[in-house]
């Protein structure tokens, strides 16, 4: 039986662990930087969460999640949620999974009134890409995402 909750604290090991495995899928294995006490901190101390964990569970097996926050979009003047990370454990597709995160997603946007639900998805992830449009769901080829961090963040912030 699939079950879709929110994570607890209790939960953080399980959610680091499917992060770790997400960054595998993603051919980034080495990638998470992220501790326990980096997600216990943010996510479930004292003060407004820096985010928020959906689990998927099927009979009580943790199998993916859903990593989120919130945004705001100067353009529509409302609350946007940003879907961080979605992943269900390749074993486990075809469950379902996937579809009932993005609809507990779909409904918390709706609930907070939310003018966009918005995640980015690996140009060469063509399953995801499918199945996102098969939501409705439009990918956005021309905008492109842009970072700075390290060294080059620090350079740009220059002396304190």
């Given amino acids: 039986m699939l079950v879709i909750r929110p994570a607890l604290a209790k939960d953080v090991p399980v959610v680091l662990a499917l992060i770790r495995a997400l960054a595998t899928y993603e051919r980034e294995p080495d990638a998470v930087l992220a501790t326990e006490a980096d997600l216990l901190r943010d996510g479930f101390g004292e003060g407004a969460p820096a985010f928020h964990v959906l689990l998927a569970e099927d009979e009580g097996e943790p199998i993916g999640f859903a990593f989120y926050f919130f945004t705001y979009s100067t353009w529509r003047g ?15 597709r075809k469950k379902g999974a996937g579809l009932a995160l ?16 918005v995640w980015q998805v690996l140009d060469w992830n063509e399953p995801s890409i ?19 961090e390290g060294d080059a963040l620090e350079a740009l912030a220059g002396p304190p």
């Fill in 130 to 148: 499918v199945f996102y449009e098969r939501l409705g769901a439009k990918v956005l080829r021309e905008w492109l995402t842009v970072r700075l």
């Fill in 102 to 117: 993005m609809k507990a997603l779909a409904r918390e946007a709706v609930d907070r009134e939310c003018r966009r639900f």
């Fill in 78 to 92: 409302r609350p946007c949620l940003w879907l961080e990370d979605l992943f269900v454990a390749p074993e486990h």
